[in-house]
Nanobody, 126 residues
């Protein structure tokens, strides 16, 4: 079992930056694919980014490419999402998730992630 706790959300103006963190419990963190998803009010949860177990592979949804960066520190059991040049349409609750399968390509489907955090709110004002 893995427990995930997100932090770092908040309110920023358009063009600003935030860094989200997701701290994981357990000794198997380094074997999991980690992902970030987001859910805006009235919308389905959507994929944002994922990173492989060693950090060598990443994938992003097109709308955040060039603005967001996912990274991980396996020594700290933590995955990060650096978000730059934020836009109002980035407003959502952001969730981190863990996929126990160590496979490529990295999954972009929320149904293939096994563990989820409670989410952190990101609000971007224009």
């Amino acid at each position: 079992q893995v427990q995930l706790v997100e932090s770092g959300g908040g309110s920023v103006q358009a063009g600003g930056s935030l860094r989200l963190s997701c701290a994981a419990s357990g000794r198997t963190f380094s074997s999991y694919v980690m992902g970030w998803f987001r859910q805006a009010p009235g919308q389905e949860r959507e994929f944002v980014a994922a990173i492989s177990w060693g950090g060598g592979s990443t994938v992003y949804v097109d709308s955040v490419k060039g603005r967001f960066t996912i990274s991980r520190d396996n020594a700290k059991n933590t995955v990060y999402l650096q978000m730059n040049t934020l836009k109002p349409e980035d407003t959502a609750v952001y969730y981190c998730a863990a996929d126990r399968r160590a496979v490529l390509p990295l999954s972009q489907s929320r149904y293939e992630y096994d563990y989820w955090g409670q989410g952190t709110q990101v609000t971007v004002s224009s």
